[in-house]
């Protein structure tokens, strides 16, 4: 298993490179590993997996009911959407099947709301249902006065999308892929066929490359000599609501979507928070991921008519991720055979529900540019730590701390973060190199407190055996 951080990288000539260890670099990482004989390199310019849009979404499960019918990201999210819901289960990723409620607050909306269900049927999606306001407010109780109907979505769910990007990660890792952080990809050539990468942390040769850089896909293509697209980061502004609000909301609640996205929601997390947001601002700076007021004061007021007593909860968090917009409306996922990479870009709002089945379908082209790929093997299934709210943690369950009593004594008390799970964390295959990337693998640090109380704490275990 190797995992590196520092020092320059290795001299072997790798099979495939993958450029971004992303939800979706580290799912075809992970799809690569069947095969066993190839020689794989997931490179990452942070310290961690998951460290771009991949770890600030609205972390929905789409059922792609409204994508646009005959796309490539209808078809890979229809696909992706029925896979990760089974790898969840199998590998302990929390998932909660709470269905989406499109609302409808006039008429013109009410009235698009059966095209709607008639484009989920074309995206075979058939459950989607018009609800009138009786049912729509028994199931709602704390909607805003003045819906005038509704379009229930079933399928629609909420996932932990950290579990999930690091659930591939490992897998991949424990299955022989080698995982170098803090290496950025800064140059890129081919010679005698095969790629050279200059990187931050020195030369790596791969003979096939796949460009899954996310915001920066569209810069390492043209390094690779094509313009086909640019990436036009459109951040997305939330606010978290603290646990307390999670009784308000049973449902995703999302708007009638417009030209500019899926618009402003409010919808249950997996760690029992509730969400407001997100906005959809195109800007010039890849790593403006800032919060400002305007928009949260927007999202606030936009909050009060979906759910009025949301309002009157406490904010937890603010955070904001970028999607990686392009010109084009569809994911831009190619394949250069004569020069041996794939370009994986505009993975703009759905990549966390469609990563399994981009990665089958990149694994397809990679095979188009001659790689030769020997009969998949299954891979040994993973276990992740349940980081969900609807599922017992480790502080709840007596056999495992009468096995192992550091999981019953509390650090996070807000989070109910034992002591066992940031030692677990700490220790497992890829460990986290910052506080952050330990709140992230545990949720310590995360709740209604935001550390006041637990984080000298949690530095100390951190720090104790970071060395
Ligand atoms: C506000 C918001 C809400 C969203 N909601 C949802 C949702 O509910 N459901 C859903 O399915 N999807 C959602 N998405 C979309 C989803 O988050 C993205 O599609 C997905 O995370 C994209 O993953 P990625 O791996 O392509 O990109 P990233 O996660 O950005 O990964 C790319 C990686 O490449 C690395 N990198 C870049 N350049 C280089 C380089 N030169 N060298 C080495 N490494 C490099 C970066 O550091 C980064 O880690 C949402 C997105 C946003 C912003």
């Known amino acids: 298993m190797t995992v590196t951080a520092s020092g320059l990288l290795p001299r072997t000539v790798y099979d495939v490179a993958i450029v971004g260890a992303g939800v979706v670099g580290c799912a075809i990482a992970r799809r690569l590993a069947r095969h066993a004989d190839l020689r794989i390199a997931l490179i990452e310019a942070q310290d961690d997996v998951g460290q771009g849009t991949s770890k600030a979404n609205t972390a929905i499960l789409h059922t792609g009911f409204d994508a646009i019918p005959g796309s490539l990201e209808a078809r890979l999210v229809r696909e992706g959407a029925r896979q990760l ?25 009410l009235a698009v709301l059966p095209s709607l269900a008639e484009k989920a049927e074309r995206n075979a999606y058939p459950d989607a249902r018009e609800l009138g306001t009786t049912e729509l407010y028994a199931r709602e109780p704390h909607l805003g006065p003045g819906a005038l109907g509704a379009l229930h979505i079933p399928g629609e769910s909420i996932i932990c999308p950290w579990t999930t990007t690091l659930a591939y990660a490992t897998q991949a890792v424990r299955h022989g892929v080698d995982l170098h ?112 007021a305007d928009a949260l004061a927007g999202l606030r007021e936009q909050g009060r008519r979906i759910l009025p007593e949301l309002l009157d909860e406490e904010v937890t968090a603010v955070y904001a991720g970028l999607r990686a917009a ?78 192992d009593p550091e999981y019953g004594t509390l650090v996070c008390h807000c989070e109910r973060v034992s002591r066992g799970e940031i030692r677990d964390a700490l220790t497992s295959t890829i460990p986290p190199h910052t506080v952050d990337g330990l709140r992230r693998r545990t949720r310590a640090r995360s709740g209604r407190c935001q550390g006041f109380h637990c984080g000298a704490a949690v530095r100390a275990l951190f720090e104790g055996v970071r060395g």
């Open 85 to 109: 819901a089974l790898y969840a289960a199998e590998s302990g990723i929390p998932v909660e099947p709470v269905g989406a409620l499109l609302v409808a607050w006039d008429e013109a909306q």
């Open 181 to 292: 952080l803090n290496s950025r990809v800064e140059k890129a050539s081919r010679e005698d066929g095969v790629h050279r990468l200059g990187t931050t942390r020195g030369p790596l040769r791969a003979r096939r490359l796949v460009n899954a850089a996310g915001l920066h896909a569209d810069t390492l293509d043209r390094q690779l000599g094509h313009d086909d697209f640019t990436v036009t980061p459109r951040r997305g502004q939330l606010l978290v609501f603290d646990k307390f609000a999670r009784a308000l909301v049973r449902h995703i609640l999302l708007p009638v979507p417009t030209a500019l996205g899926k618009g402003v929601l409010v919808a249950p997390t997996v760690y029992g928070n509730v969400l407001l947001g997100p906005t959809a601002e195109d800007l010039h700076d890849k790593h403006d991921t800032g919060s400002t």
């Open 326 to 403: 392009t010109e084009h409306e569809d994911y831009r996922i190619v394949a250069h055979p004569e020069q041996a990479t794939v370009t994986v870009g505009g993975i703009r709002s759905t990549g966390l529900t469609a990563s399994l089945a981009i990665a089958d379908h990149v694994t397809a082209l990679l095979a188009d540019t001659g790689l030769e790929l020997t009969p998949p093997r299954d891979l040994t299934p993973i276990h992740m730590p349940n980081l969900g709210e609807a599922f017992p943690r480790p502080c709840q369950r007596p056999e495992l701390i009468a096995e």
